[in-house]
Nanobody, 129 residues
């Protein structure tokens, strides 16, 4: 089974940028979904918020309004890696960020966590005001 490992978290001031990386231990099949989620302190796993996803092998992406225009997800197929570039960070972006792999529904990737079966261990992002 593919394993996912995130990296790149850290602390930054509001308005700053961070880039997260997710590397897969094996090939990520085209036509699946890779997503970034975040879990704020005090929230349950099932309440993880999807902040970006990509229909693998394409440039089809989805973002919630809360991060649209600030976050960008991208994929490097050759390296089995998915990235999340986060700009104009806000204190409310502070959370543990997870990479996850799941199935697609046609060309649509779900924003919720329930259909993602493989998860990384997470990387912490802290944004100070």
């Amino acid at each position: 089974q593919v394993q996912l490992v995130e990296s790149g978290g850290g602390s930054v001031q509001a308005g700053g940028s961070l880039g997260l990386s997710c590397v897969a231990s094996g090939d990520i099949d085209s036509g699946s979904c890779v997503a970034w989620f975040r879990q704020a302190p005090g929230k349950e796993r099932e309440d993880r918020e999807g902040v970006a996803n990509i229909y693998t092998g394409t440039t089809i992406t989805r973002y919630p309004d809360s991060v649209k225009g600030r976050f960008t997800i991208s994929q490097d197929n050759a390296k089995n890696m998915v990235y999340l570039q986060m700009n104009s960070l806000k204190p409310e972006d502070s959370a543990m960020y997870y990479c996850a792999l799941g199935r697609s529904y046609g060309t649509v990737c779900a924003m919720g966590p329930s259909t993602y079966k493989i998860w990384g261990q997470g990387t912490q992002v802290s944004v100070s005001s």
